[in-house]
Nanobody, 110 residues
Framework: VQLQAFGGGLVQAGGSLRLSCVVSGLDFDDYAIGWFRQAPGKEREGAACINSGGITNYLDSVKGRFSISRDKAKNTVYLQMNSLKPEDTAVYYC?????WGKGTQVTVSS
């Protein structure tokens, strides 16, 4: 099983990024998938998740700004991040069951 996350980068406050996580090696449809993030010196936290039925859940601090979605045909989950803030700066990881993808760095400048 592999999870490949990409799409991070440097953006100014108020800007947008879209992260993608491509899943291979298992039946993508059966699992919930989540995006987690870890800022320097802080614990990893869940930012957003989506279950196999499309039900979503978000960290309070990203509600209304982030949107998680999945494309079953592409075995890909997306995290659309709008109105980014410097406190969103972190390494972002996707997770499915007990599998983690390598992180992608998101840096938001003020």
């Amino acid at each position: 099983v592999q999870l490949q996350a990409f799409g991070g980068g440097l953006v100014q406050a108020g800007g947008s990024l879209r992260l993608s996580c491509v899943v291979s090696g298992l039946d993508f449809d059966d699992y919930a998938i989540g995006w987690f993030r870890q800022a320097p010196g802080k614990e990893r936290e869940g930012a957003a998740c989506i279950n196999s039925g499309g039900i979503t859940n978000y960290l309070d601090s990203v509600k209304g700004r982030f949107s998680i979605s999945r494309d079953k045909a592409k075995n890909t989950v997306y995290l659309q991040m709008n109105s980014l803030k410097p406190e969103d700066t972190a390494v972002y990881y996707c997770k499915l069951d007990h599998y983690w993808g390598k992180g992608t760095q998101v840096t938001v400048s003020s």
